[in-house]
């Protein structure tokens, strides 16, 4: 019991002396590197599909809904002064597509990777505090990759799919606590403005020669992670 008060006693200490003392602050020309553990949550809005079984599409309904994937991210920033700086956020996440709504049958229907290097403007309320706030605003390129056709009832033999890659807009909010001069813990959450659209071949058994569906993907993305200044 001594021990356990001891510890709580020194980690209150520790977290008085961490609020006390200042960080060193940003300066223009620091590179501040995070790494991140991520959630990418779809907030996806799907449109119909089409499918062609003999010259012409044929509205089949919607649609299709996306799976949230948890992943590592890097990200680079370089601040220009001391509140304003530009970020590069690396990563990818694997997603699997389902049929919702009038399509739920289908079950699953696409599997791909998805690499987003997204690109912000960021600007930092309080470079000399311990808790630096910030919020970015930018530009995304979202590619597709590695995409199959998947499920049951889509995926036979000669089937394949291509998403198209998307360009869109970013949005960030988040915050840098200081441990000490240069490590810190940071949150962050972006919305990422990503729309696609997928092109299928041979799918259901050569039913149908073509297909096509469109996806507003538009992410949520939640991060925690730890950071350094150099």
């Given at each position: 019991?001594?021990?356990?008060?001891?510890?709580?006693?020194?980690?209150?200490?520790?977290?008085?002396?961490a609020?006390?003392?200042?960080?060193?602050?940003?300066?223009?020309g620091?590179?501040?590197?995070?790494?991140?553990?991520?959630?990418?949550?779809?907030?996806?809005?799907?449109?119909?599909?089409?499918?062609?079984?003999?010259?012409?599409y044929?509205?089949?309904?919607?649609?299709?809904?996306?799976?949230?994937?948890?992943?590592?991210?890097?990200?680079?920033?370089?601040?220009?002064?001391?509140?304003?700086?530009?970020?590069?956020?690396?990563?990818?996440?694997?997603?699997?597509?389902?049929?919702?709504?009038g399509?739920?049958?289908?079950?699953?229907?696409?599997d791909?990777?998805?690499?987003?290097p997204?690109?912000?403007?960021?600007?930092?309320?309080?470079?000399?505090?311990?808790?630096?706030?910030?919020?970015?605003?930018?530009?995304?390129?979202?590619?597709?990759f590695?995409?199959?056709?998947?499920?049951?009832?889509?995926d036979?033999?000669?089937?394949?799919?291509?998403?198209?890659?998307?360009?869109?807009?970013?949005?960030?909010?988040?915050?840098?606590?200081?441990?000490?001069?240069?490590?810190?813990?940071?949150?962050?959450?972006?919305?990422?403005?990503?729309?696609?659209?997928?092109?299928?071949?041979?799918?259901?058994g050569?039913?149908?020669?073509?297909?096509?569906?469109?996806?507003?993907?538009?992410?949520?993305?939640?991060?925690?992670?730890?950071?350094?200044?150099?």
């Amino acid at each position: 019991m001594k021990t356990t008060k001891l510890a709580v006693t020194l980690l209150a200490a520790m977290g008085i002396s961490a609020v006390a003392t200042p960080a060193m602050a940003y300066e223009a020309g620091d590179w501040l590197i995070r790494g991140r553990v991520i959630n990418v949550n779809p907030n996806d809005d799907s449109g119909n599909l089409y499918v062609m079984p003999a010259a012409s599409y044929v509205n089949g309904g919607e649609g299709v809904e996306v799976n949230s994937d948890t992943v590592p991210e890097l990200d680079i920033t370089y601040m220009i002064n001391r509140n304003w700086g530009v970020e590069l956020i690396l990563g990818y996440s694997d997603h699997t597509i389902k049929g919702e709504k009038g399509q739920a049958a289908l079950g699953d229907v696409i599997d791909a990777k998805v690499l987003p290097p997204t690109l912000t403007l960021q600007y930092h309320f309080a470079p000399d505090s311990n808790i630096r706030p910030y919020v970015g605003a930018g530009i995304n390129y979202t590619y597709f990759f590695d995409e199959e056709v998947a499920g049951s009832v889509l995926d036979t033999a000669g089937s394949k799919v291509d998403l198209d890659s998307s360009w869109g807009l970013a949005a960030q909010a988040g915050v840098d606590v200081a441990l000490n001069d240069d490590w810190f813990v940071n949150l962050d959450v972006k919305y990422i403005d990503i729309d696609t659209e997928a092109h299928f071949t041979n799918i259901a058994g050569g039913a149908y020669k073509k297909a096509k569906i469109t996806a507003d993907v538009d992410p949520f993305v939640w991060g925690i992670g730890i950071g350094r200044k150099f």
